[in-house]
């Protein structure tokens, strides 16, 4: 069940996971302002549209369009708006850890400002995402093309960047063992996944499906990550956290939002752990270089290496390079020399003997990144 901070109760930082797994009421400027530094590995951000929406809409059959008027989605003018971004995308930054990334959803209204003010505040853009929806609310006034899409930002903090999150073999074998597009086809939120009040009700205007919530967070997350969303209003993001075994934090100022998120967020069931094994290949497991072989014991200066059919050999040099007649270099430089080719994978191609039979060294290597993995 997910707790419910109050903002001054957040002020004192004796218990640095106190917050974990909790929506904190509140303003979400004020609240990210007291949260720890690089605390956060993602951000799923669904900020106010500023829609400027004037009057009343109606159908043709002259009912009224329960539309976006909030008073938390209105500002006086862009400038007031373009503050509000900026403000907010400042106290992100500074939550986000260094290898950390975020996304902001937003239509044509606001996203193009959002994304103006994530690079003039130095973030990276990597990626745009179109959410199709399948079934979009028509152009009723029949003035303008129906409006079936929204767009979503995905940045790191900033362009140097590195070691962020992509689990790109999970995603492309989930997709048919086909790259995962930038335009993403969902229905909007619907049926029994829409929450409403005891009036039948929206509970939410906005809120948005699971399904693509859950997309982004398999997609720029690992089991165990802190995802937080600054706008949680239903609640979307933390139910499926907690649901795919992440942990959360959501930032929400009404009550009645805070209410519906609490008890949503409480009747979900996380998956287990074989469930969430995340699907990785070898770009994304940590890099490691094979004088660490040497280093570590696993294999020694002097130690002769072959290819799998004997027809060439190399010795082990304590530098960490290896020789064969008059060449040296890395494993994968002399493996290319001696079969006269222009490139080579050494851990494939070079092998030790284990004294029953000839295995590739990558193997050897395959041993230090389990032990890295066990001090993750």
Same mark, same amino acid.
């Given at each position: 069940m997910a707790s419910v901070l109050p903002l001054a109760d957040l002020k004192v930082q004796a218990r640095p996971a106190s917050w974990l797994n909790s929506i904190i009421k509140g303003?979400?400027?004020?609240?990210?302002?007291?949260?720890?530094?690089?605390?956060?590995?993602?951000?799923?951000?669904?900020?106010?549209?500023?829609?400027q929406l004037g009057g009343t809409l109606h159908r043709p059959d002259h009912s009224v369009v329960d539309a976006v008027d909030d008073e938390w989605d209105q500002f006086a003018s862009f400038e007031v708006y373009d503050a509000f971004t900026r403000a907010w995308l400042l106290a992100c930054r500074r939550v986000l850890k260094p290898n950390g990334t975020i996304w902001v959803i937003g239509s044509y209204h606001n996203i193009f400002r959002v994304g103006t003010m994530l690079q003039d505040l130095n973030f990276w853009i990597l990626n745009d995402i179109v959410w199709r929806k399948t079934n979009p609310m028509p152009n009723f006034k029949g003035r303008r093309f129906q409006n079936?899409?929204?767009?979503?930002?995905?940045?790191?903090?900033?362009?140097?960047a590195k070691g962020y999150t992509f689990n790109y073999d999970a995603l492309k074998a989930s997709n048919?063992?086909?790259?995962?597009?930038?335009?993403?086809?969902?229905?909007?939120?619907?049926?029994?996944?829409?929450?409403?009040?005891?009036?039948?009700?929206?509970?939410?205007?906005?809120? %948005?499906?699971?399904?693509?919530?859950?997309?982004?967070?398999?997609?720029? *997350?690992?089991?165990?990550?802190?995802?937080?969303?600054?706008?949680?209003?239903?609640?979307?993001?933390?139910?499926?956290a907690k649901r795919l075994g992440r942990n959360f934090v959501g930032i929400e100022r009404e009550q009645d939002y805070i209410d519906a998120a609490t008890a949503r967020i409480a009747a979900v069931e996380p998956l287990? %752990?074989?469930?969430?094994?995340?699907? *990785?290949? %070898? %770009?994304?497991?940590?890099?490691?270089?094979?004088?660490t072989l040497i280093e570590s014991g696993l294999v020694k200066p002097g130690q002769v290496l072959t290819d799998a059919k004997r027809r060439y050999s190399a010795i082990i040099r304590a530098d960490g390079t290896v020789a064969s007649g008059g060449d040296a270099g890395s494993i994968h430089r002399l493996g290319a020399k001696v079969q006269g080719l222009d490139a080579c994978n050494g851990w494939t191609f070079w092998h030790f003997d284990d004294g029953q039979s000839l295995r590739p060294i990558d193997d050897l290597r395959a041993v230090i990144r389990s032990g890295l993995a066990k001090l993750d």
């Open positions: 303003d979400c400027v004020a609240a990210l302002e007291a949260l720890p530094d690089q605390s956060v590995d993602a951000i799923f951000a669904d900020p106010p549209y500023n829609l079936a899409h929204e767009t979503m930002i995905w940045a790191s903090r900033d362009p140097k048919d063992d086909v790259q995962m597009r930038s335009d993403w086809l969902f229905p909007i939120c619907s049926g029994h996944e829409r929450l409403k009040g005891e009036d039948g009700k929206k509970v939410h205007p906005t809120q %948005k499906p699971e399904a693509l919530l859950a997309r982004v967070i398999m997609a720029s *997350t690992k089991p165990g990550d802190v995802v937080l969303d600054p706008f949680f209003g239903s609640g979307t993001t933390g139910a499926v287990g %752990k074989a469930e969430l094994t995340v699907m *990785t290949g %070898k %770009k994304a497991e940590p890099r490691v270089a094979f004088n």
